[in-house]
């Protein structure tokens, strides 16, 4: 957008705003003052209809003669004539209603529907000065009425609701075209006043565009005017001159400015492999910081083949090298694809973490999701290996949720990004349970407490982990459970609370009856048989259930 169009686009809405206050202004003093004026007009007809109404009235009282029904109809049609003679429009019109809501009186026709006629007697006319809306015959109406109880009327006089707006509609209308064309007319004196003071800065672009165009930097720019734009041309013209000075000083810092990028493009490139995106961003912004820990609440998984021992004494180096690189493979794009991060390769094992460098709302439940899956890829991956005529691989995972420290463990010569701390010594010892408890996953109290909204989790057993006094609950997750599942579980749950109240006899029962819908299922029969083992000889008064492993 050119300056002359901005100039237009600051001005033109000030000056527009003030036509369209002034308009608004005057068109609601003068549409009030015509709408007070057609109400009170209403108002003082219907005042003096009821005055004269009451006027007959009281001549009859004054004779005694309101029993007379020939003298009541009388001075009835007197209120009709008197009510013509109010009419001053076509469209006016004056009528009455009996309680029942027959017309009993009117100037002209009264084509009354049905739900008309309920609105009448629904209607109040009791408040003296207020206007209302009401339909005749299909036509919206304006009205002001009163009641005559003398003859059980309610009287309404009415006027086309079209005609008695008419006035404050022209106005509206004139209104809209002033405030129009006094905007139109605004927009075009503002662009011829634009053009000129914008012309010297035109001429500025221009002569800048040549210079881009034809990389002469003798071309310069005539000073028109002694003012702003004169002293910017000048100054223009003097930048110029500096530039060309400083042409060759520039080409050369471009060139090594080419070079430094590069080599960084270089770095990245290589060291994308060992550490994640966002800790080299990080240390290319500020790299004295990348020697200071933090402390983050993260999610750490180990994950483990295992007898790996045994499958790489059966197999040639290359072949055990091709078959591991195709298993990391997989399991990285997994853990990375659920933002993660690799930590290290430990052999065969794989350290990973989810919560660092960035931190999202979703960490622990990224980790989880990535344990599930990486247990899940391990069909495919073993399909691939048995067809290949190599062995299969059988994985555990440990998952750990709590507070660690991160950050870039080392020297300057030679320094892992990396994460420490007790929380990551037991995510180890949970990969280690999955050998125990014949588990492919196995999760930590921590992290079950922030993923159990997302993923069905069952609680194995509560232990203390080798170097580890007090206990700690663990369960293992799937993506989601069988009908037959759902059912297991929600017993096998029963049968651990009852386990751990040391009503071994129910819970052996609960165990078994898991095992009745899920035959086979390792951890319904360890527990099983320890309650077995528990009615047989109980644990000690200060029990609480933990079970103390002595390794890994």
């Known amino acids: ?55 007959q009235w009281l001549i009859l009282e004054e004779n005694n003669l309101t029993a007379r029904q020939e003298m009541v109809e009388a001075t009835k049609v007197g209120v009709q004539s008197f009510a013509g003679g109010l009419i001053r429009s076509e469209t006016e019109l004056i009528f009455a209603v009996d309680d029942s809501g027959e017309v009993q009186m009117a100037t002209g026709e009264v084509p009354l529907t049905e739900e008309e006629r309920a609105s009448l007697l629904e209607m109040d006319v009791a408040t003296t000065g207020e206007l209302s809306t009401l339909s ?151 790299p004295e910081s990348m020697l200071v820990g933090d402390n983050r609440v993260v999610s750490v998984l180990f994950s483990d083949i295992r007898s790996f021992t045994s499958i790489s004494e059966g197999m040639m180096p290359d072949d055990l090298v091709n078959s591991l690189n195709a298993y990391f493979s997989v399991m990285v794009d997994i853990i990375m694809n659920h933002n993660g991060v690799v930590d290290k390769y430990i052999g065969d094992a794989i350290m ?33 290996q048995v067809g290949a005529g190599k062995p299969e691989f059988h994985i555990g995972i440990g998952i750990n949720y709590g507070i660690v420290t991160v950050g870039n463990i080392g020297t300057e010569r030679k320094m892992d990004y990396t994460v420490i701390g007790d929380m990551v010594n037991l995510a180890s010892r949970l990969e280690g349970l999955t050998k125990t408890y014949k588990q492919e996953l196995i999760i930590s109290e921590s992290l079950q407490r922030k993923v159990k909204d997302h993923v069905p989790c069952r609680l194995i057993d509560r232990v203390a982990v080798k170097g580890k006094k007090t206990g700690t609950d663990i369960f293992t997750a799937k993506r989601s459970l069988t009908t037959g599942e759902q059912q297991a579980w929600k017993i096998h749950h029963q049968g651990v609370r009852l386990y751990f109240d040391r009503q071994f006899g129910k819970a052996e029962e609960a165990f078994r009856e898991v095992l009745r819908v899920l035959p086979g299922d390792y951890i319904a029969e360890m527990m099983a048989d320890r309650c077995s083992r528990y009615r047989s000889a109980p644990p000690p008064e200060n029990w609480t259930g933990i079970e103390v492993m002595t390794s890994k």
């Open 1 to 55: 957008m050119s300056i002359r169009f901005k100039i237009v686009s600051v001005v033109l809405p000030l000056l527009v705003a003030t036509l369209i206050l002034a308009g608004a202004s005057s068109y609601f003093v003068a549409t009030n003052g015509i709408t007070r004026i057609a109400r009170d007009f209403l108002q003082f007809k219907a005042e003096e209809l009821e005055s004269y109404a009451e006027g």
């Open 136 to 286: 005749i015959g299909g036509t919206q109406r304006v009205a002001q009425g009163f009641s005559f109880e003398p003859y059980g009327w309610r009287v309404f006089l009415t006027e086309a609701r079209d005609t008695f707006f008419r006035d404050v509609d022209r106005i509206t209308t004139q209104t809209i075209y002033i405030v129009a064309g006094a905007s139109l007319l605004s927009v075009l004196l503002l662009l011829l006043f634009a053009q000129q003071l914008t012309r010297p800065l035109v001429k500025v672009r221009n002569t800048m565009r040549e210079i881009i165009t034809s990389n002469d930097l003798s071309e310069r720019v005539a000073v028109e005017y002694r003012d702003e734009t004169g002293e910017l041309a000048h100054t223009f013209n003097v930048m110029v001159g500096e530039l060309e000075k400083a042409y060759n000083q520039i080409k050369g810092y471009a060139f090594q400015a080419v070079l430094a990028q590069k080599k960084e493009a270089k770095i990245r490139n290589i060291f994308q492999r060992y550490v994640p995106q966002e800790v080299i961003d990080r240390f290319f912004e500020n």
């Open 352 to 384: 990973a973490f989810f919560g660092a460098p960035v931190k999202r709302e979703d960490d622990a439940v990224q980790s989880v999701m990535a344990g599930i899956e990486m247990s899940e890829s391990l069909d495919d991956f073993n399909r691939k």
